[in-house]
Each structure stands twice: as structure tokens, then as C-alpha cells.
């Protein structure tokens, strides 16, 4: 799973905080969105995915990744 957030669509809501607040911070300038990590554990996709969806400025996408092909 990757997380791509878009500061320039960012309204400063803080739900991706209030939410996930191990992923997603505010920063202390701009109060704009920021990611606190790059890397995710299964048991915070659900969190994340919902994060998305309740960001008001539609700031957050959550990109699925296929699972590795076996060889």
C-alpha cells in the first residue's frame, strides 16, 4: 500500500490526525498534512483507507498494490 498526500489540497481539517495519528501529522508552520512514515502494516490499511475518505479536501489517496506476482 502506498499513501500520497497533496498539500496543495490540504485544508487543515486534521481528521487524517485525529484518525491515524501515528501516519499523519500536521505540520507546525502551514498546518498543512504530512506523513510520518512511508511504510505501512496491515493493521493500519483499514485506518488509512478510511482516513481518505474522510478527508474533506480530498488531500489523501491510498494506492493499492498488487501483490507480487510467484515466479
Not at 490540504?10 to 501529522?25: A, H, L, R, W, Y
Not at 474533506?56 to 491510498?62: L, Q
Amino acid at each position: 500500500m502506498r499513501v500520497n498526500v497533496d498539500r496543495d489540497r490540504c485544508c487543515s481539517s486534521g481528521m487524517c490526525v485525529t484518525n491515524v495519528p501515528e501516519v499523519f501529522d500536521q505540520d507546525e508552520d502551514d498546518s498543512l498534512v504530512r506523513l510520518r512514515q512511508t511504510t505501512f502494516r496491515p493493521d493500519q490499511f483499514d485506518d488509512l483507507r478510511l482516513a481518505a475518505q474522510l478527508c474533506p479536501g480530498g488531500a489523501i489517496t491510498v494506492v493499492e498494490e498488487a501483490p507480487a506476482a510467484a515466479e
